[in-house]
């Protein structure tokens, strides 16, 4: 390979990376999530796994961006990231969909127990402070979830009812996990909040 030939493909891995990764956090973007699912579906139908696709929203996000400035909260969105990939498998995709959203997928989910313990270990790295601009700024998150095949078997599908899971979390007091086939999700209520302890079955 001559050096212009190894110029050229430096640019080209550049340029894929680029298309595919957010330029804020490195996360993988919407584009690259969407093949991640669709590959992570087909692995579980291979296998009878069942997939997990949470979505989480920082909880007071829009106040930081308010009171200390876009810098902070560009901060505060680099802090999420690192947290939020740390605290998933190599095996699984953490992406940022944009704004103070993130939507994880959890490959090889055999019960309840799996997703309870990532799910815990988010809300706990997500609350802890956020050192920006010299001040530690204090946030939560929302999580909702849905679960491949029980939930939905198309992956637009899974990502609409992991969104309205996680406003169902929101409504509920935030700083905590909704499930959307939680009966307090499932039927639109918001008197009651879901208990970030227990989950429905997982499909086999």
Request: aromatic residues 4%; contains cysteine; negative net charge.
């Amino acid at each position: 390979m001559d050096l212009g030939e190894a110029e050229r493909q430096r640019a080209d891995d550049l340029m894929r990376t680029l298309a595919h990764h957010d330029s804020l956090t490195g996360l993988p973007n919407r584009l690259l999530l969407a093949d991640r699912i669709e590959r992570a579906m087909a692995r579980a139908d291979r296998q009878g796994d069942t997939v997990a696709v949470l979505f989480l929203d920082l909880d007071g996000f829009k106040r930081v961006n308010d009171t200390l400035g876009h810098e902070a909260g560009d901060q505060v969105l680099k802090q999420a990231a690192f947290r939020i990939l740390s605290s998933v498998r190599a095996v699984d995709t953490a992406a940022r969909r944009g704004g103070d959203e993130f939507t994880v997928v959890l490959e090889k989910v055999r019960s309840a127990e799996d997703v309870r313990v990532v799910t815990a270990r988010l809300l706990e790295e997500l609350s802890q402070p956020y050192a920006v601009t010299g001040v530690e700024a204090q946030l939560s998150a929302s999580i909702g979830v849905s679960l491949y095949p029980a939930d939905a078997r198309a992956a637009n599908d899974l990502f609409k009812l992991a969104d309205e899971a996680m406003y169902c979390a929101k409504r509920s007091g935030k700083n905590q996990v909704a499930f959307h086939a939680e009966p307090a999700c499932a039927s639109g209520a918001t008197g009651s909040k879901p208990d970030a302890r227990s989950h429905p079955p997982l499909a086999a």
